[in-house]
């Protein structure tokens, strides 16, 4: 069962997904794959969902002394004719402070703002693993 894509001039969004979690307040990252099939790059300014109070850009610093850290970003580059992969392990975005416990196999419809193809509502899964 995946998640039906979500589409933006020429941008989809598809499987769109955060984990489960019965904390309230939560940091969860978001897990999606963005397509972009414009010949210009676009860029994510902006992600909000009804579960969460707020969410950030983020980007993973793999390099320097110690473990990788988190970092926020203006805005999240997306490529011309191509894909680009949201994960915890790189560039993404960040849910903070979800509102409620998140059940496995729930829906929530989200809201995306691309630079130059306009908002969007996303469709986000809650499963387990990717």
């Given at each position: 069962?995946?998640?039906?894509?979500?589409?933006?001039?020429?941008?989809?969004v598809?499987?769109a997904?955060?984990?489960?979690?019965?904390k309230?307040?939560?940091?969860?990252?978001?897990?999606m794959?963005?397509?972009?099939?414009?010949?210009?790059?676009?860029?994510?300014?902006?992600?909000r969902c009804?579960?969460?109070?707020?969410?950030?850009r983020?980007?993973?610093?793999?390099?320097?002394?110690?473990?990788?850290?988190?970092?926020?970003?203006?805005?999240?580059?997306?490529?011309?004719?191509?894909?680009?992969?949201l994960?915890?392990?790189?560039?993404?975005?960040?849910?903070?402070?979800?509102?409620?416990?998140?059940a496995?196999?729930?829906?929530?419809?989200?809201?995306?703002?691309?630079?130059?193809?306009?908002?969007?509502?996303?469709?986000?899964?809650?499963?387990?693993?990717?």
């Open positions: 069962m995946g998640c039906v894509p979500a589409l933006a001039g020429d941008i989809d598809l499987h997904s955060v984990a489960p979690t019965e309230v307040g939560a940091d969860i990252p978001l897990r794959t963005i397509l972009n099939r414009a010949a210009e790059a676009d860029s994510l300014l902006r992600f009804p579960f969460a109070n707020f969410s950030e983020v980007t993973v610093d793999k390099g320097g002394e110690g473990p990788p850290s988190k970092r926020p970003v203006q805005a999240i580059a997306l490529k011309a004719s191509g894909e680009t992969e994960t915890p392990e790189g560039m993404h975005v960040m849910l903070l402070q979800t509102r409620q416990p998140l496995a196999g729930e829906r929530f419809t989200c809201a995306a703002s691309f630079r130059k193809a306009g908002s969007l509502e996303v469709p986000v899964e809650v499963r387990a693993g990717p």
